[in-house]
């Protein structure tokens, strides 16, 4: 039987870690940039000695465990457990000093997540959630905000570069929708900020496209946790919440939210043909 508190508490302190051997390079020069698939797409050398620190102290302690990480891919191991971790969600922003990036690290027990860590090193936020719900640091986080699109904030991820590959002219009449409807929007450039601000009601409303598990399982749960919605689509239609940290698109939300032209990008946009990673 897994002791969920004491992962928890596991979790959170090599967050805390890693999120320090990250902040040593923050608003360095000397970063060590490189591109992954293009020039929008980059990675550091405190990407990768984060997710070093994590794996190594992961294996340490739970050493049959499967680990799904951004930098290294995946390694499979025995146990009942997996791992999804982005060592720094917002690389970009961190590589130009722009306080809006975090360490997130979800674990799944048999396929679904049971604890979820999100750690804004810069801000010192931490964000965590698991069987007690969740919490920002030891308070704990409610959903809440704007129901209607005219008095609501959306962190609005999209259209990005590789949106635009997919229903180009269709992505830019939707964004426009939703600039004149919404009273903020903003991109954030962290997909795990941008929901546990959801999650703290310091935001309405995210949407994205193209995420990846390490990307959201952490964050999602967190949503989930602090009572506010987190739905995936593909092929147009919502899918079910088992292990939907596995789908690439999603909407995120307060509570009771009415924003149907988010839901509408959702269902044409998830269109697009999946493209794995």
Not at 53 to 76: F, V, W
Not at 108 to 131: K, Q, R, S, T
Not at 219 to 232: C, L, N
């Amino acid at each position: 039987m897994t002791d969920i508190r004491q992962l928890t508490e596991f979790t959170k302190r090599i967050a805390l870690e890693a999120g320090a051997i990250a902040m040593e390079g923050f608003r360095s020069r000397d970063l060590g940039i490189d591109l992954k698939a293009d020039f929008h797409d980059m990675v550091t050398k405190y990407d990768r000695a984060c997710e070093v620190h994590i794996r190594d102290a992961i294996l340490a302690a739970y050493p049959d465990s499967t680990i799904i990480g951004e930098e290294d891919g995946a390694s499979e191991g025995t146990g009942r457990l997996a791992w999804h971790i982005d060592p720094i969600d917002g690389t970009a922003n961190f590589a130009r000093g722009m306080a809006l990036w975090a360490v997130s690290i979800g674990i799944a027990i048999d396929g679904e997540i049971a604890v979820g860590v999100v750690y804004d090193p810069a801000n010192d936020h931490l964000f965590w959630a698991d069987e007690r719900g969740a919490f920002l640091g030891e308070e704990p986080l409610r959903s809440w905000g704007f129901a209607e699109p005219a008095q609501a904030t959306v962190a609005c991820n999209f259209p990005l570069p590789r949106d635009l590959v997919h229903f180009r002219d269709l992505a830019l009449e939707q964004f426009a929708d939703v600039t004149e409807q919404f009273a903020q929007v903003r991109a954030l450039g962290s997909s795990c900020i941008s929901l546990c601000w959801v999650a703290a009601g310091w935001i309405d409303a995210t949407i994205s496209f193209g995420a990846n598990s390490w990307d959201v399982a952490a964050s999602a749960f967190i949503v989930r946790q602090a009572g506010g919605t987190y739905v995936a689509y593909q092929s147009g239609a919502a899918q079910p919440q088992s292990r939907d940290y596995a789908h690439p698109h999603y909407l995120a939300a307060i509570p009771d939210a009415k924003f149907d032209v988010l839901h509408e990008i959702m269902r044409t946009q998830s269109n697009r043909p999946l493209v794995t990673t």
